[in-house]
């Protein structure tokens, strides 16, 4: 009765959120498998952030029903953002669900599943669906748990839960309550012990990260709370890189700028949402900045940092986009030349404040402004790729290639994709990469050898 499997649906956070999940199983005595079918207990981790996210868990949790059917036995959960948004409505859609476990109770699922296992065992009543969707001071500092004895080269960190944003396109601070930030310490205590284990590179993670504790730490030296944290990670021995995701135009001040250069660790890369080149648009959202102060912050990133890697976030076909509103986007695309991009098609999320507005541009509109800004997208980004042929990287190695052939993965500090001929001893290691091939996504070189 102890082997779960997990199932992750959505954004990084959630990753880690199962992550943390499967190690405090594992301190109880479950098991996590890597497959479905050997597993007694399937917790499905899911995502809210538009509705094929939602359909996608909705569905699988339809199928995993069926076999419940002819194994009474078998257990099913649904953690995380779909069911704090959609709660005991979700049981109309889906009776068969064992556990029922919101975004602040990830940390009991441990009991939840021991108790459940307990009345299945007839030491106990065999309860309805087990819900658990209440708010919890203090969760955001009950994701800290790794799985032990697992080398991770490159980990996520958890260092706040909740948004307090308003954007209104979006879910999250209904799913995610709060914005509430960890002490510094826990964080940075969690990284020296990721780095003892052989992490070498840390992703702190946060709806808005350059809002870290703004209203529970102070300032220090005219340094936001989040500088501060990023100054103290870069002190933890063993660390060799640093990334962070996602920050927020708002609050992104110059003691964020100057830290490029000037903290070693931290990588010439930048996750930077836009959402919409157009300022009616980004007003519509309710995103407080216009496209001129996005440009600015990037302007005065690249002028500390040259070699900076950017990636952001869009979304095609708000309501009311117009063709004019998306050519400013299309401008902006071009002009910025992002190195990376998820372009989302705009879904309703019911009780949003843009709800009322529907859903009025149509499916082929969305799709047709998907592509052409994806097609800007893999110009820049084959561009980018094919300047660094011929030229040495270094790579942090993270392990086999899923081609196979003795290949390798690693990526540069930009986060560059790059394959090689490697070996086993290379995991989580720096190395020095000559790039002979470049492809939109990947780069292709060899190792350069020491003294050579
Ligand atoms: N906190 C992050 C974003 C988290 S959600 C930030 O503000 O930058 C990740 C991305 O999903 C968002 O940046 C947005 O581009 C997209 N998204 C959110 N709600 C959406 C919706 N209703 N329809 C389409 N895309 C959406
Ligand atoms: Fe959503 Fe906006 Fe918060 Fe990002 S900042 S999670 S898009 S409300
Ligand atoms: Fe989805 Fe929740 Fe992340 S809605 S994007 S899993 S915070």
């Not at 919101?102 to 108790?115: E, R, S, Y």
């Not at 909740?162 to 209104?168: E, I, L, Q, T, V």
Request: charged share 25%; proline share 5%.
């Amino acid at each position: 009765m102890n082997r779960v499997y997990i199932k992750t649906y959505g954004c990084q956070m959630n990753e880690r959120d199962s992550e943390a999940v499967a190690a405090m199983l594992r301190g109880r005595g479950y098991s996590i498998v890597a497959e479905e079918a050997e597993a007694d207990v399937v917790l499905l981790n899911t995502c809210s952030v538009r509705d094929q996210a939602e359909q996608k868990a909705i569905g699988k949790a339809g199928h995993l029903a069926r076999r419940k059917k002819k194994d009474p036995n078998f257990m099913i959960g649904v953690m995380g953002c779909m069911a704090q948004n959609r709660g005991n409505d979700l049981l109309d859609k889906l009776p068969d669900l064992d556990l029922l476990v919101g975004t602040q109770k990830f940390h009991a699922v441990p009991d939840h599943l021991d108790n459940l296992i307990a009345s299945l065992q007839g030491q106990g009543p065999r309860p309805a669906t087990l819900v658990d969707l209440a708010e919890e001071a203090g969760s955001q500092n009950t994701i800290r748990d790794h799985v032990p004895d697992q080398r991770q080269v490159s980990a996520f960190v958890s260092i706040m839960q909740g948004c307090n944003m308003k954007c209104s396109y979006c879910i999250v601070p209904k799913t995610r309550g709060e914005e509430r930030g960890r002490p510094i310490d826990d964080i940075v205590a969690e990284v020296e012990e990721l780095a003892a284990k052989g992490t070498r590179e840390v992703t702190l993670l946060g709806q808005i990260v350059n809002q870290y504790g703004i209203r529970e730490f102070p300032f220090a030296d005219g340094k936001s709370p989040f500088v501060q944290l990023l100054e103290r990670v870069n002190e933890v021995p063993g660390i060799e890189r640093i990334r962070f995701t996602s920050p927020h135009p708002s609050g992104f001040k110059q003691d964020l700028i100057d830290c490029y250069g000037r903290l070693d660790k931290l990588c010439e890369y930048i996750h930077f949402p836009m959402q919409s080149g157009s300022n009616r648009i980004l007003k519509e959202m309710r995103r407080p900045y216009t496209i001129e102060k996005f440009r600015r912050i990037l302007d005065a990133m690249r002028e500390r940092c040259p070699d900076l890697y950017i990636s952001t976030d869009v979304i095609v076909g708000f309501p009311g986009e117009t063709e004019e509103d998306f050519a400013l986007t299309r401008e902006a695309f071009e002009q910025i030349g992002f190195d990376m991009a998820f372009i989302f098609k705009y879904s309703v999320r019911p009780d949003t404040t843009a709800a009322p507005l529907g859903d009025p541009i149509s499916a082929e509109i969305k799709d047709a402004r998907n592509k052409e800004l994806l097609e800007i997208l893999q110009q820049s980004s084959l561009r980018r790729n094919t300047s660094l042929v011929g030229t040495t990287q270094e790579v942090l190695v993270e392990g086999p290639a899923k081609r196979g052939e003795g290949m390798y993965l690693g990526r540069t500090r930009g986060y560059r994709k790059v394959v090689f001929p490697g070996s086993e001893r290379l995991v989580g290691e720096l190395v020095p990469v000559e790039i002979d091939e470049a492809t939109v996504t990947t780069l292709t070189g060899r190792l350069v050898l020491a003294g050579v």
